[in-house]
């Protein structure tokens, strides 16, 4: 490893280390996974006496670098791909759902190609909590099984990844199956006041966040949200505040969602505007008296915060996330029943003390596991 620097016979270790993912596109859920890495590298790093200098591709690498206060080069430019990794110690890929196919055939080709560079030029590489599959096209998955057994560490997001990396021949010994980094995400330490549209602390109605994103083209799903939410709203006045994830398209996805509620009677429907700082859409979150997400970080940022929450289920990646929290999706896509909905979401409301009993000794353990990837790689980049 040819960047490592000894400061002193006492200073930490300095390795530069070079991450890969769905950065810079400001989605909300895949920024906080990369604050997510910084924060607990940062920590288990320190706890092992090694400072870890990250270097992150990213589509806009100006404001990642402002953002996060670190270097980044531009994930599509080969030779500053190049160069950082060969001044690096090391390519850590994830978190999220990289390898898959089902938003197009040049995702898994791009990741898997980012890896396959790093081991070219004799780095190790390590796999970040990452949510693997679907992959529907066979041919890939040779990509996917060469790089990844020549990985120095392997972790995934849940036991389906797992399960799948098996299938395509990565031995299941090695890998981790640990939670999505996000579990882990502490608040924002200056936390604003309650302005730019926030719920005021004393606001008489209870506040049910939506998450909420574009997904079957004809809309069915989403006006199929929208008369399950204006069940709930004309059954109990709730104020319903609306989380883009991914601006500016689930902005728009709740405005329209937005304008099918029809009459409200005594609730509110409204769009929060966070900005880009992941940890201020946790805070949001961690205002609300109940959370109803299509996102799957939406769902984890209100498990992260013990926010009481029901998941709408778009991708098996929702369905996995809710299983390890002992929960089924209220419904899918395809069927969402609105007297069900809205008698699902008032059980949450009347009683939120009861979901935390149920669920939170789960929680802990999801927090607790999430920072094993960064205590493994800060470990062997040692």
């Known amino acids: 490893m040819g960047t490592a620097v000894l400061q002193g016979q006492t200073g930490p270790q300095i390795r530069r280390v070079v991450i890969s993912g769905y950065y810079g596109f400001r989605n909300s859920g895949d920024e906080a996974v990369l604050k997510s890495i910084l924060f607990a590298l940062a920590e288990e790093g320190a706890a092992q006496g090694v400072r870890i200098e990250p270097v992150v591709l990213s589509v806009d690498p100006a404001w990642t670098s402002a953002m996060y206060g670190v270097e980044a080069v531009h994930r599509m430019k080969l030779g500053e791909i190049v160069r950082a990794l060969r001044g690096s110690d090391g390519l850590i890929s994830g978190g999220g759902s990289l390898l898959q196919d089902a938003t197009g055939a040049a995702t898994i080709p791009y990741y898997t190609g980012i890896i396959k560079l790093a081991q070219l030029l004799r780095k190790p590489t390590f796999i970040y909590a990452q949510g693997i599959g679907p992959v529907n096209r066979r041919w890939m998955d040779r990509l996917i099984r060469g790089v990844m057994r020549r990985s120095a560490y392997v972790s995934v997001r849940d036991a389906e990844s797992a ?219 040692r």
Request: aromatic share 4%; net charge negative.
């Open 163 to 381: 399960e799948l990396l098996g299938r395509m021949g990565v031995p299941l010994d090695r890998i981790d199956v640990v939670p999505d980094p996000v579990m882990a995400l502490p608040l924002p330490t200056a936390q604003p006041l309650a302005g730019a549209g926030a719920p005021a602390a004393d606001s008489p109605l209870p506040v049910v966040g939506v998450s909420l994103r574009h997904w079957r083209k004809d809309g069915a799903d989403l006006a199929r949200a929208a008369a399950a939410l204006g069940a709930l709203a004309r059954s109990r006045a709730v104020r319903l505040r609306f989380l883009p994830f991914h601006t500016p398209a689930d902005a728009e996805t709740s405005r329209q969602v937005i304008a099918q509620l029809g009459e409200l009677g005594a609730s509110v429907a409204e769009i929060a505007e966070p900005g880009d700082d992941p940890q201020q859409m946790l805070l949001e979150v961690s205002r609300c008296d109940a959370l109803f997400g299509m996102r799957l970080h939406a769902l984890i940022y209100a498990a992260n915060q013990l926010v009481p929450l029901v998941g709408l289920s778009y991708d098996p990646k929702i369905d996995q996330f809710l299983n390890r929290l002992g929960l089924k999706a209220v419904g899918t896509t395809e069927s969402l029943d609105p007297d069900a909905f809205a008698a699902a979401m008032g059980r949450l409301l009347d009683d939120p003390a009861q979901w935390r009993a149920s669920h939170g000794s789960a929680i802990d353990r999801l927090k607790e596991e999430a920072r094993i990837p960064a205590k493994q790689i800060a470990a062997k980049i």
